[in-house]
């Protein structure tokens, strides 16, 4: 069975950085295209971003766009998530999914994702 593990939230001054990291085990990183997600208080679960098994394509959802980096290591089962100029907006419980089959295209949407962590909280403060 896969588990992933999101680590690295955490409370940020406005203007500030973090990074999160999702570590899966149990199966075959390499296979997996990953994203991340999130989700505010009263909010839907929405996209972040997204990247594909070999790193060779990545997608973001406009809001986080020129601010947030995804990135993975295959040899070390994690994907990254690097949030520079942090706002309170951003506030929310972070989640990372994967899917084995799934296409690039459809990663923006929750739906049909193999698998997810439990999130990891990411407060960011004015």
């Known amino acids: 069975q896969v588990q992933l593990v999101e680590s690295g939230g955490g409370l940020v001054q406005a203007g500030g950085s973090l990074r999160l990291s999702c570590t899966a085990s149990g199966g075959t990183f390499s296979s997996f295209a990953m994203a991340w997600f999130r989700q505010a208080p009263g909010k839907e679960r929405e996209f972040v971003a997204a990247i594909s098994r070999l790193s060779s394509s990545t997608n973001y959802a406009g809001s986080v766009k020129g601010r947030f980096t995804i990135s993975r290591d295959n040899a070390k089962n994690t994907v990254y998530l690097q949030m520079d100029s942090l706002k309170p907006e951003d506030t929310a419980v972070y989640y990372c999914?994967?899917?084995?089959?799934?296409?690039?295209?459809?990663?923006?949407?929750?739906?049909?994702?193999?698998?997810w962590g439990e999130g990891t909280l990411v407060t960011v403060s004015s």
């Open positions: 999914a994967a899917d084995v089959q799934k296409s690039f295209l459809t990663m923006t949407v929750p739906e049909g994702f193999d698998y």
